[in-house]
């Protein structure tokens, strides 16, 4: 079995794999999985242990520790499962144990998850000024500044109901986002680390909303009741309309490849993006703001 310690900070424990195929952990959750395999060590049969992960990197919630009757061992987790002899266990365990210290690149400054309010669960500040935004606002806007970083000028006011975001480039070197009243500005040097700083921040919210399905035998009627209201209430929102039950059928389905059980969680994120792409960018524009409020309830847990 490998270990190795990933850009973004977080533990990756393999065996023949290469990516994102391996059980992720946080690179604090390190001494709690040394310890769960030290007892899976000891244990000569039929054990199971459970963790449940304090942290949102890679595609599940929990990594499973099992000694079947006849003396194998697997762990399993983020959609991987390995056969381990009893020195592999020990052996993964020491090294758990004793990780070479190493810096890790800090979140993004720019934008921090809040407690949801009226939707709004993300705050965009530099330089003393702040707005908040909503999930699927992140969305768009994360996909208006990408698509600025390869221009000379780039100007784009995003218009969500009565609600509007502006999104410019005024030159080589500095980029404006205004709502409202309020003026957040960024420099070439803060750009991608804001673009990321967006990006984490959706994840985070949407692994929040995750984690509260639990792990317990009802966590797929959790999954499933989202799903269910994605459909029924975009159902609603379209009424006679006859386009409405095709783009109900394709937001419901994209819904359950974001927040099924076992997806990978960047892969979550980038699923989220593409869904408010698709209405930001293919619907008529009378329905972008009732659906992207379904969306800032349904995949928010509240506070």
Sequence with gaps: MYIKIRQDGSLGI?????G???????????????????KLAQTARNHKQTYLKTTNVGGGNKIDFVRADDGTITISG???????????????????????????APPSDYV???????GLCLVVSNGGQSFKLRLPEAAVLKTSIRSSIDSRYFDETIAIGQRQIMASRTSDLKWQLRVGESIVKFTAFEIEAFIAGLHNG????????????????????RVKSVLQR???DTLKIFKEDKSGKAIAKELTKRTKSIVGIGEFADERANRFIDMCKYVNANLDTIWIEPIFELFSSAFVPPA
């Design 14 to 18: 393999g065996r023949g794999t290469e």
């Design 20 to 38: 994102d195929a391996e059980i992720t952990m946080g690179f604090g959750e390190a001494h709690m999985v040394a310890a769960a395999l030290e």
């Design 78 to 104: 983020d959609k991987q499962t390995y056969f381990c002899t009893e020195p592999e266990i020990r052996e993964l365990a020491k090294k758990l144990r004793h990780l070479p210290q190493i810096e890790v």
């Design 112 to 118: 921090q998850k809040i407690t949801p309010s009226n």
């Design 202 to 221: 959706i994840l985070d919210v949407l692994m929040d909303l995750v984690k509260s399905f639990g792990s317990d035998d009802i966590s797929d009627i």
């Design 230 to 232: 994605i459909e029924q």
